[in-house]
């Protein structure tokens, strides 16, 4: 009850109303209303207002720690954060730069019937399962194939489960005590949400589209999101892998990667929309030095877009669709691009000729 909610996320959304504001209620605590998040006001708002508690989303916490460091980093009362989407490198490095504060990594989603809650604050998971836990909520985590995007079959069409640490598809079984309510209007949205048959006939599971991994701990961490991985060389990319290993190089502030198609070429090339830090230039020697010394050759991103903002949903998730769609066409996009070139040992301006020998399978990528 004495404490102090700082909520600076939209309402619309069921981690501010129901977590937040809901919450903040059933405790009798406080809570702060932000009407638009500000990271260079954040710590000012927290001081002033005491707050104990805030909430996060996404790449929240990355734009706090983004903020230029001040002397009086550590000095507020804030005790804990409650979210999601906080990755390893930033929860290290938010803990480290702006004290002890315990981040509860939540998962969910509104409409899903089953949640995991991190309340030990191990870095990197969403949360612990254990015998109670599995009483309440049958939830299952099966082999998924990256190539195909779906889930592999057994020969009698059934899903399979995976081992102990190995990653999966998390699907939820929907029954009395989980059920899934569906959305309203279309059928079909509700339908597709679901997968049925997936272990015996008759069965139905909510496909929370997330691919997890559990550990001999019970520990479950969140690996990607389907569709967050891509195919390049007969191997599989996972973007958020790439995008930490490029969050370390020190001109880089913010980076997005994502696959493109190019023209004769299997699966989808990697290509990383990339925020410079200010006043700090691109230095393509290296960062190629930086992604041939710690990534396999199949990750490392073929084509860099530099950009001044970069796009996000309402909750502070990158947006990768229009950069997909917009593809690495120097001609089509007002953007710097630069393409990994190893004779040069550099990531070197993508220029329209090199385009076009890339596009009639001159160049070899
Ligand atoms: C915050 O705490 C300080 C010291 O405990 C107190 O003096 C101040 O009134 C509090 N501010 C608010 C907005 O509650």
Not at 1 to 10: E, G, K, R, T
Not at 225 to 231: E, H, I, L, Y
Not at 277 to 294: C, I, P, Q, Y
Request: with cysteine; aromatic share 12%; proline share 3%.
């Amino acid at each position: 009850a004495h404490d102090v909610m700082y909520i600076p996320l939209p309402l619309y959304h069921s981690a501010a109303s129901l977590i937040g504001i809901g919450g903040t209620i059933e405790l009798g605590a406080s809570c702060v209303l932000k009407k638009k998040f500000s990271a260079s006001q954040f710590w000012t708002d927290c001081r002033k207002h005491n707050v104990t508690v805030f909430q996060y989303i996404g790449e929240l916490c990355r734009y706090l720690c983004n903020q230029p460091k001040t002397a009086g980093d550590q000095v507020h009362k804030v005790r804990m954060g409650v979210g999601n989407g906080l990755r390893q490198d930033v929860w290290r490095e938010f803990q480290s730069r702006f004290g002890n504060i315990k981040m509860c990594e939540v998962y969910g989603s509104t409409e899903g019937n089953l949640c995991f809650m991190n309340h030990i604050g191990k870095i990197g998971t969403v949360g612990r399962s254990n015998f109670f836990y599995r009483l309440l909520f049958k939830y299952d985590l099966v082999k998924y194939d990256m190539v195909k995007d779906e889930a592999v079959k057994d020969p009698n069409g059934f899903c399979q489960r995976v081992e102990k640490g190995e990653t999966g598809l998390l699907l939820s079984k929907v029954s009395a005590l989980s059920p899934f309510f569906g959305y309203a209007g279309s059928k079909q949205l509700t339908e597709k949400k679901l997968m049925r048959n997936v272990f015996g006939k008759g069965d139905a599971y909510f496909n929370t589209g997330d691919l997890m991994a559990e550990d001999r701990d019970g520990f479950i961490c969140f690996k990607d999101r389907v569709g967050d991985t891509f195919r390049w060389k007969g191997e599989n990319v996972a973007t958020t892998e790439v995008t930490e290993t490029l969050g370390l190089v020190d001109f880089i502030q913010e980076v997005n990667v994502y696959g493109v198609e190019v023209q004769g070429h299997e699966g989808r090339a990697g290509m990383a929309a990339v925020i410079l830090r200010a006043g700090m230039a691109f230095d393509g020697g290296k960062l190629f030095e930086h992604v041939t010394r710690d990534m396999p050759p199949y990750a490392r991103p073929l084509f860099i877009r530099l950009q001044d903002v970069m796009e996000m949903t309402s909750t502070f998730k990158q947006q990768k669709f229009q950069l997909v769609h917009s593809g690495f066409n120097p001609s089509t996009t007002s953007d710097p691009l630069y393409v990994l070139d190893y004779q040069q040992q550099s990531y070197i301006p993508l220029t329209d000729g090199i385009y076009r020998s890339i596009q009639a399978g001159e160049r070899k990528l």
